[in-house]
């Protein structure tokens, strides 16, 4: 049998509060008033849907062999790259290995249980040991809009293998219809939405069912044999109306995180899967569908395995990484939407050198350092001799990985003049105890918060922009533990 054998997920620390936002746009559209509810998840400066899927397949991947992953299938339709393969940089990042298969999954906001299918079709056929599946979002929407309110920022991965599975696959089925609730062009940043009552009456309501009907025939089950339905929607209601009708128990309805995380577009399904397998018991039987298009659903039975998982942070552990946010209008900053006076210091040409890119490709993107094979010691950057000044061996570093390593703060400086996106800069000197320091910059950091000899573990982030070229730069940046 083919499964999910682990999940992770990520959702960012930031909550945007609903009221700052219909505070500061209900003079334009009084129809807000009633929608400040809530919190929604707000993306720092330095995140965005790739930053996302390595943090949230990081959480995924506890306890296994990274070099057991031979295929990663990665779904967005907020990906910053249009050509350059998105699973290739989150591949790197986490240091998988270079003879795997990769795909970018987009186009459609049902892509997420699209890569899901993909990922075990894969699986099954044998291409692929261990397939690694993630989805990330950060949609732009208008401000003042409906979907600026609804929609929310976070990711989640999912490993598919035929071992350890803790949720096998007994079912499934897909429904393409040219039925068009939204779309965007190519040359477009925000999404156009159609009307609601259509959508619901016409497009949930008759797609969504027949799916499911095709999956529960194939998985040899009945609607009230479910006992988890995960259905993401924004309009309330409909997916408790769709398991009345497939006849699924009204408890079987997964909460939609609605009030905390908000809609996570491509990622959301499997956001809502992770969750409800962190608190699932053997013999759960899950259904999760997605709708967009068309619809993709998928049937999996819960087995004992699940009691065995190594533990994650999961959805929970991101959920309560809170921290709240009222100012809309960093909100607005951090997404592009107002250009702020950067001054003179920002004006420097930020051209990524592509060759030298490629030839520290596993330092850059996936911290690699060396650790020496006579001494021990570690060193980052990797060089030929090594940094003990008592052992001083030539051509005797292997590859060591500080990103999964726990530093602590030498240095720390917390900087005014430099040029922030989210001021006071902070970076500092980060050493850890096998050996190997360098200087970092800091991020989700609170003024005066920093300490020496505070412990810090290393995340995937924007380093900087490449304006001119469209070119994002990424690495690595401490975090306080």
Same mark, same amino acid.
């Given at each position: 049998m083919?499964? !999910?054998?682990?999940?992770g997920?990520y ?11 219909? *505070?500061a746009n209900v003079?334009f559209?009084p ?5 400040? &509810? ?6 720092g400066?330095?995140?965005d ?19 057991? !992953? ?13 050509d350059r393969?998105?699973a ?11 003879g795997?298969?990769?795909? %970018? ?13 993909s ?10 040991? #261990?397939?690694l599946?993630v989805?990330s +979002?950060?949609?732009s ?9 609804q ?6 991965a999912? #490993? ?24 965007r062009?190519?040359d477009e940043?925000?999404? @156009? ?10 497009? @949930?309501?008759? !797609?969504?069912? =027949? ?6 025939k ?11 339905f ?11 109306s ?5 006849? !699924? ?5 997964v ?24 608190t ?10 997605q709708?967009a ?6 049937v999996?039975e819960?087995?004992p ?15 309560e990484r809170?921290? +709240? ?15 702020l ?7 420097? %040409? =930020?051209?990524?050198?592509? *060759? *030298?890119?490629?030839? &520290?490709?596993d ?6 350092g ?7 010691t570690?060193?980052?950057?990797? #060089? ?33 003049? #430099? ?7 902070h @970076? ?8 190997g320091r ?20 290393m ?23």
């Amino acid at each position: 049998m083919v499964g !999910i054998t682990a999940y992770g997920a990520y959702v960012p620390r930031l909550r945007l509060s609903r009221k700052s936002i219909v *505070t500061a746009n209900v003079w334009f559209n009084p129809g807000l008033a009633g929608q400040a &509810k809530g919190e929604r998840t707000m993306a720092g400066w330095d995140e965005d849907s790739l930053t996302m899927a390595v943090e949230a397949s990081r959480d995924c991947l506890t306890g296994q062999r990274r070099a057991d !992953i031979r295929s990663i299938f990665l779904a967005s339709t907020s990906l910053p790259f249009a050509d350059r393969q998105n699973a290739g940089v989150v591949a790197a990042a986490l240091t998988l290995d270079e003879g795997i298969g990769s795909s %970018d999954v987009t186009g459609s906001l049902r892509a997420g249980v699209t890569a899901l299918q993909s990922a075990l079709a894969t699986v099954q056929a044998g291409f692929a040991k #261990t397939a690694l599946v993630v989805a990330s +979002e950060q949609r732009s929407a208008r401000a003042a809009s409906t979907q600026e309110l609804q929609l929310g920022d976070g990711a989640a991965a999912l #490993t598919v293998g035929k071992t350890g599975e803790i949720a096998k696959l007994v079912g499934g089925h897909s429904e393409t219809v040219d039925f068009v609730d939204h779309f965007r062009a190519a040359d477009e940043e925000f999404d @156009y939405n159609w009307e609601e009552r259509w959508i619901r009456d016409e497009g @949930y309501a008759r !797609i969504v069912p =027949k799916a499911i009907a095709g999956a529960l025939k194939v998985a040899g089950l009945k609607g009230e044999n479910i006992t988890k339905f995960i259905l993401p929607c924004v309009f309330r209601g409909v997916p408790e109306s769709i398991a009345k009708k497939c006849g !699924i128990p009204d408890g079987a309805v997964v909460d939609q995180l609605a009030g905390t995380v908000g809609d996570t577009g491509t990622a959301h399904p499997l956001l809502l899967l992770a969750r409800t397998l962190e608190t699932a018991s053997p013999g759960d039987k899950i259904l999760v569908a997605q709708f967009a298009q068309g619809c993709d659903v998928l049937v999996f039975e819960v087995t004992p395995e699940i009691k065995t998982l190594t533990p994650r942070g999961g959805v929970k552990g991101s959920l309560e990484r809170r921290k +709240e946010e009222t100012n809309y209008m960093k909100f607005l900053a951090f997404t592009g939407r107002v250009e702020l006076e950067k001054g003179m210091r920002a004006e420097q %040409d =930020k051209k990524t050198a592509l *060759t *030298t890119l490629y030839r &520290k490709r596993d330092m850059v993107l996936g911290l690699v350092g060396g650790r020496c094979k006579t001494c021990g010691t570690a060193q980052f950057p990797r #060089t030929r001799m090594c940094v003990n000044p008592n052992c001083k061996a030539v051509d005797t570093q292997e590859p060591y990985n500080f990103a999964e390593q726990t530093g602590k703060i030498l240095s720390w400086s917390a900087d005014h003049l #430099t040029y922030c996106m989210d001021p006071p800069q902070h @970076y500092g000197m980060v050493t850890f105890a096998e050996g190997g320091r360098f200087m970092t910059d800091f991020t989700d950091v609170e003024p005066g918060s920093l300490e020496t000899g505070q412990s810090v573990r290393m995340v995937f982030r924007i380093k900087d922009m490449d304006v001119r070229r469209g070119f994002r730069r990424y690495f690595w940046k401490a975090v306080p533990v």
